[in-house]
């Protein structure tokens, strides 16, 4: 409420069967077009429907807290069968959407039906399958701009060994909008033209809508024309990778 933290609470109660994990949020403020008076937020989380984690039978809820209560939890898509994970959230015009990394095979050693989907929530839209983002990405971060465009950042596997290394490269991309949506996609290099190896970027946008991106970076690829090379400014962890 401002001023003072409530008791604790559970958002899920325990199955002894599955458990639940991966929690994103996003905020939406009174100030905000389309928002409540007294704001909103969405939580969207993983679930191990199956209880084996082997399995990676994995599927994403939500619940909605406003006016001081959390609504009832739904499936973001009850007919998946796919392994979704890696929500992240954000609220377009008082309506939350989700996006997240959907494997079709639920198979990490196959890249090619692992892509980005997403969600109106309150609006009652379908899922959209992402086909013009590169597959294979993973921790994918969502902002939306005023005019709600959406805007990701995300790291990209070139191998199924990348999610256990250190290889994934930093991108960006935009969505734009007209008679159809497309992605506009970017990798990000430094300003020695080496790509950025990173993990668990974080995207903001200010009010001009001009992106920042927050990683945890790992080590550089090669120069444009071949070879690598360091530089003063690098880290030594960057440095050894």
């Keep these: 409420n401002g001023s003072s933290w409530s008791a604790p609470q559970n958002l899920t109660a325990p199955t002894g069967v599955t458990g639940e994990g991966s929690p994103a949020l996003a905020a939406c403020l009174s100030t905000q077009v389309g928002c409540p008076a007294g704001g909103a937020v969405t939580a969207v989380w993983l679930r191990d429907v199956a209880g084996d984690l082997g399995l990676r039978q994995f599927r994403l809820f939500y619940a909605t807290y406003q006016g001081g209560f959390w609504s009832a939890e739904q499936a973001v898509d009850p007919a998946s069968t796919a392994t979704d994970s890696e929500p992240t959230a954000a609220y377009s015009s008082g309506t939350p959407v989700v996006l997240w990394v959907r494997d079709a095979d639920r198979d990490l050693g196959t890249l090619n039906d692992r ?3 997403y969600r109106y929530l309150s ?3 379908p899922v959209v ?8 990405l993973s921790e994918p971060s969502l902002a939306v701009t005023a005019s709600g465009g959406l805007r990701l950042a995300f790291t990209l596997a070139a191998s199924p060994e990348d999610f256990t290394g250190n290889q994934r490269q930093l991108y960006s991309a935009s969505q734009i909008c007209g008679e159809s ?3 506009q996609v970017q990798p990000l ?3 020695h033209g080496r790509p950025i190896h990173a993990e668990s970027p974080s995207l903001a946008l200010d ?3 001009s992106g920042a991106i927050t990683y945890r970076a790992l ?3 090669p120069l444009a024309g071949g070879g690598t090379e360091s530089f003063p400014e690098d880290s030594l962890g960057v440095i050894s990778g």
């Design 181 to 183: 949506c497309t992605w």
């Design 123 to 125: 609006s009652g839209g």
């Design 207 to 209: 009010k001009s809508c």
């Design 189 to 191: 290099s430094d300003n």
């Design 115 to 117: 892509l980005a989907a």
């Design 219 to 221: 080590g550089f690829g």
């Design 129 to 136: 399958l992402v086909g013009d983002l590169p597959s294979g």
